[in-house]
C-alpha cells in the first residue's frame, strides 16, 4: 500500500506541473471574461485583422490608412477623438513624427485620470504588427466598447492614448508625456504590449519609489489569470527593453502597469507577426487583466498610488497573487535559519543525522550542479554549431525552441536521478542538509542583491516542514510529502522556460540549473522511488526523443520560415556599390542575387545602419553600380564664437527614401538638434557611440542640423541614406523571396543605400 501511494505521487507531479503551466492564461473556450465584463476576444480579432493588414510603420503607406481605420473605430463609439504630431528625438537619437491618437471619457469627479496606452505603428520595415501591438490595441478598442456599453458614470477620467512611432523611440509616448496638457491630469496607467506572438501576459510594474499600493490595488482588482512575480520586473529593469509606460515614469513621474505577452518570439518584429499566427488565449489574457483593472481604477482614488515601500509578489495556483513587504525578507531568512539549526540540532541528539552522511549528501547535490550547469552554459554553443541556421534568428529563440527546452529539463532530470542512485546508504533526512544550505545560501543572496526573487525561501519552509517529518517519521505519507513539494513545483516550473523565452536561447542554462534545483527540493519524494536507474533511462530516452523531434523541425519551411535579408549600397564618394547581407548561413536566394565572388566581411566596421544588436554585415560581394542618386548637402552655417563652432547642415533627398543613418565617428559632439528638435545631453553623453542619429522620414523630409563642436574640429560625417524599396526598385530585377523565406527582423533590410562622407 505504501508503494502504491509513493508512486502514484509520480503522475501527480507530473499533472502538477502542467497545472503550473496550464493555469497561466485561460483557454480558447473561456467565455468568463465575456459573461462577466461584455469584453468579446472575437470582436477584438476584428480590430486586429484589420490593423495587421500590412506593414504600418511611420512614413509607411499604411500607416496613415490604420490610423484612419482607428480614429473612425472611436469616433463610432461616441466617443471625440484629437490627433496629436510632433517631432520628437527622445532620448535614443531617433528623430520621427509622431501622430498620437487621443480620446477621453468624463468622469464625474476631479481626481486623477486612468491613462490607457499602446502603440498603433508597427516595426520598419515588414512587420505586420499583429500582436505588437495591434494586439494592446485591439484589448483597449474592445474594453473601452464593452465598459461603454454599461452605461456607467465612472468617477475618474478614461484617458485612451493610441500613440505612435513606439518602435522607433517610444517618441509618441514621449510627445505626449511632455507636450499634452492632459499629462498632468494622469494619475495610473495601463499599457498594452507584446514581445511575441503567444504565451501568457506578464504583468511588469514601473514605479520611482515602491510598489506597495500598485501591487495591493492590482490584487484587489482582482484579475482571474496573474502572471507576475517581482523577481521578473526585477531582472525587467536591468534590461534596456524600454516601452511607452517608461516614458511617463522617467519624464513625468507617472506610474502604472505593462502587461504583455512574450512567447513565441520567433515572430517578434517579423512579417509573420500576423492576424493567423496571434495566439488568442493571448488577447483574452489581455482582455482579463483591462475589465477588472479599467472597472477598479476608474473608482479608485488614483491619487494614493505612490508609496515608498516595497513588496515581494508571485503568482501561485488557486491563491492568484501573493505578496508580503520587503522588510519580511531578512526575518524569514533568519526564521528559516534557525528552523533548520534546530532540526539540526535534534537531528545530531537523536542520532538521526550523522555528520558523515550530511557531508556525504553533499556530493550529489555539487555533482548534478556541475553536471547541469555545464550543460546548459554550452547547449546553445553546441546546438548551433550542430545547426549553424539558427544563427540567422537573430534574437536568439528558433521555432523549435521549446522543444530543446524540454529536452534539457529531461537530460537535467536524468543527470539528476543517475546521480542520487548511488548514496543508498545515506539516510533521506541526511540528504536533504545539503539542498538546504545550497537553498538558504541563494536566499541570501537574492535578498541581499535581487530582493525582488525573495519568495524563493516558500518552498525552502516547505523544505524545513518535510524534513522535521522526516525525522520524526521514518517514511512519512507520500501524499503528505507531494503536499510540500507543490510550492517548489508551482512556483520554479514555469521559470524553467520563462528565462530562455525572455532573454533568448543563451540562457539556456537556467533551464537547467532550475530544473535541478527544483529536483532536490523534491527529494523527500524522489530520492524514496526505488528505480531511479530506470528513471534516469526513462528522462534521458525523453531526452532523445526531444532531440529527434527538434531535428526534424530545424529545416526551414513555409511555416518556419528562415529570415534572409540584401541590401544594396552605393557610396556615391568612390561611386562603388556592393550587394551585402546579415545572413550567417546564406539562403539560396540571396547567395543567387549576390552571385559568385562573395567574400566574408573582414572588417569590423563602426558604422551599422539600422541593427538592433549591433549586427555586422557578413558577407558581400561587388556589383555594378546604378544611378542611384544620393542627398544634396549643404553647409548653410559655419562660425566659432570662443572655444565652440557651430555648424548648420542640411540634407536634402533626391528620391523617395524611408531612413537617413547619421554617423560622426569619434568627432566630439557638444549638442546637436535636427529640424528644430535638440538631442539629449542624455543621449549625446551616454548612448550615441558612433551614431549621432537616425531620421524615420515621413513626406520626403529634408533634415537639417544644427552641431557644436570643440573650436578647431573638423566635421566628419557618414550618412547613410536608405529606401526600403530594393525588392520593387526598377533599377533592379530582383526576384521574389521563396516562401520558406522572409525579411529578417532588427536589421535595415531590402533597402537601397546611399552612403555620402562630408568632411568640413
Known amino acids: 500500500m505504501k508503494n502504491t501511494r509513493l508512486w502514484i505521487t509520480l503522475p501527480l507531479l507530473v499533472l502538477a506541473v502542467y497545472w503550473s503551466f496550464h493555469s497561466l492564461t485561460p483557454s480558447g473556450s473561456n467565455k468568463d471574461i465575456e459573461k462577466t465584463y461584455g469584453f468579446s476576444t472575437d470582436r477584438a480579432l476584428e480590430h486586429v485583422k484589420e490593423i495587421s493588414r500590412k506593414p504600418h510603420a511611420v512614413g509607411f503607406p499604411a500607416h496613415a490608412e490604420v490610423r484612419d481605420y482607428l480614429v473612425q473605430a472611436l469616433e463610432e463609439m461616441g466617443l471625440e477623438v484629437s490627433l496629436q504630431e510632433g517631432y520628437t528625438a527622445g532620448d535614443w537619437g531617433n528623430f520621427s513624427k509622431a501622430t498620437n491618437i487621443v480620446s477621453r471619457i468624463k468622469g464625474s469627479g476631479e481626481g486623477k485620470a486612468l491613462l490607457l496606452l499602446s502603440h498603433y505603428d508597427s516595426n520598419p520595415h515588414s512587420s505586420l504588427g499583429a500582436s505588437d501591438a495591434g494586439s494592446g490595441v485591439a484589448t483597449i478598442l474592445e474594453g473601452v466598447r464593452a465598459f461603454l456599453s454599461e452605461n456607467k458614470n465612472p468617477k475618474n477620467d478614461i484617458i ?140 479608485a482614488d488614483l491619487g494614493q498610488m505612490k508609496s515608498l515601500n516595497d513588496h515581494v509578489y508571485f503568482n501561485i495556483p488557486v491563491f492568484k497573487m501573493v505578496s508580503y513587504p520587503f522588510d519580511w525578507i531578512w526575518p524569514m531568512w533568519y526564521l528559516a535559519l534557525a528552523i533548520l539549526g534546530g532540526l539540526l540540532v535534534f537531528g545530531f541528539r537523536n542520532q538521526v543525522l550523522k555528520i558523515k552522511g550530511v557531508l556525504l549528501g553533499f556530493v550529489p547535490l555539487l555533482i548534478t550542479l556541475l553536471i547541469n550547469g555545464v550543460i546548459g552554459y554550452f547547449a546553445w554553443t553546441v546546438i548551433t554549431a550542430v545547426y549553424p541556421q539558427y544563427t540567422d534568428i537573430l534574437h536568439g529563440f528558433p521555432y523549435n525552441g521549446h522543444i530543446y527546452i524540454l529536452a534539457l529539463v529531461f537530460l537535467s532530470l536524468a543527470v539528476s536521478f543517475w546521480a ?48 522535521l517529518l522526516l525525522l520524526y517519521q521514518k517514511e512519512p505519507d507520500p501524499l503528505l510529502l507531494l503536499f510540500l513539494g507543490l510550492p517548489a513545483v508551482f512556483i520554479y516550473a514555469p521559470f524553467a522556460s520563462m528565462f530562455p523565452v525572455a532573454l533568448g536561447m543563451k540562457m539556456v542554462i537556467t533551464t537547467t540549473l532550475i530544473t535541478t534545483l ?118 548653410e552655417k559655419d562660425t566659432t564664437l570662443g572655444n565652440t563652432r557651430f555648424l548648420e547642415v542640411g540634407i536634402f533627398p533626391q528620391r523617395p527614401v524611408n531612413r537617413l543613418e547619421v554617423f560622426s565617428g569619434d568627432t566630439p559632439i557638444l549638442s546637436a538638434s535636427v529640424n528644430g528638435v535638440e538631442l539629449s545631453p542624455y543621449y549625446l553623453k551616454e548612448r550615441r557611440n558612433y551614431r549621432l542619429l537616425t531620421h524615420y522620414i515621413s513626406d520626403n523630409d529634408s533634415t537639417y542640423l544644427e552641431l557644436s563642436l570643440p573650436k578647431g574640429k573638423e566635421l566628419n560625417l557618414t550618412l547613410y541614406e536608405a529606401s526600403n524599396d530594393l525588392l520593387k526598385n ?23 543605400i546611399t552612403v555620402k562622407s562630408i568632411r568640413h
Open 160 to 299: 485612451i492614448l493610441i500613440s505612435d512611432a513606439e518602435e522607433l523611440g517610444l517618441n509618441g509616448a514621449d510627445l505626449f508625456a511632455n507636450r499634452h496638457p492632459w499629462t498632468s491630469d494622469v494619475g495610473l496607467i495601463l499599457n498594452f504590449e507584446a514581445r511575441g506572438s503567444g504565451g501568457p501576459s506578464y504583468m511588469f510594474m514601473e514605479t520611482n519609489r515602491g510598489n506597495e499600493k500598485l501591487i495591493e490595488s492590482f490584487i484587489s482588482a482582482d484579475p482571474k489569470y496573474p502572471v507576475s512575480n517581482s523577481l521578473a520586473y526585477s531582472i525587467y529593469k536591468l534590461l534596456p527593453n524600454d516601452t511607452d509606460l517608461t516614458v511617463f515614469r522617467e519624464d513625468r513621474d507617472i506610474e502604472g502597469f505593462n502587461f504583455a505577452f512574450i512567447d513565441d518570439h520567433f515572430d517578434y518584429h517579423s512579417v509573420r507577426d500576423s492576424y493567423e499566427r496571434l495566439d488568442r488565449n493571448s488577447l483574452t489574457h489581455q482582455g482579463s487583466y483591462l475589465m477588472p483593472l479599467l472597472h477598479y481604477f476608474s473608482e
Open 420 to 467: 542520487y542512485r548511488p548514496f543508498t546508504t545515506i539516510s533521506l533526512p541526511e540528504l536533504l542538509i545539503g539542498p538546504l544550505f545550497i537553498w538558504l545560501a541563494i536566499c541570501w543572496g537574492v535578498a541581499e542583491y535581487l530582493p525582488g526573487a525573495s519568495f524563493f525561501i516558500i518552498p525552502v519552509f516547505a523544505l524545513l516542514a518535510s524534513l
Open 518 to 635: 527544483c529536483f532536490v527540493l523534491l527529494l523527500p519524494l524522489a530520492a524514496r522511488y526505488k528505480y531511479k536507474k530506470t528513471l534516469g533511462i526513462i528522462a534521458f530516452e525523453g531526452f532523445v526523443i526531444c532531440l529527434i523531434v527538434a531535428h526534424f523541425h530545424s529545416d526551414f519551411t513555409r511555416e518556419r520560415a528562415k529570415p534572409t535579408s540584401l541590401v544594396y549600397l552605393l557610396n556615391t564618394d568612390e561611386k562603388q556599390s556592393m550587394w551585402a547581407t546579415y545572413e550567417n548561413k546564406l539562403s539560396e536566394w540571396t547567395r543567387g542575387i549576390m552571385g559568385n565572388d562573395i567574400r566574408e566581411q573582414g572588417s569590423a566596421e563602426n558604422n551599422v545602419p539600422g541593427s538592433k544588436y549591433n549586427t555586422r554585415y557578413s558577407y558581400w560581394a561587388r556589383t555594378g553600380a546604378r544611378d542611384i542618386p544620393g542627398p544634396v548637402v549643404t553647409i
Open 730 to 752: 526598377p533599377s533592379f530585377a530582383i526576384p521574389p523571396r521563396p516562401e520558406e523565406n522572409i525579411p529578417m527582423p532588427f536589421v535595415l533590410n531590402d533597402a537601397v
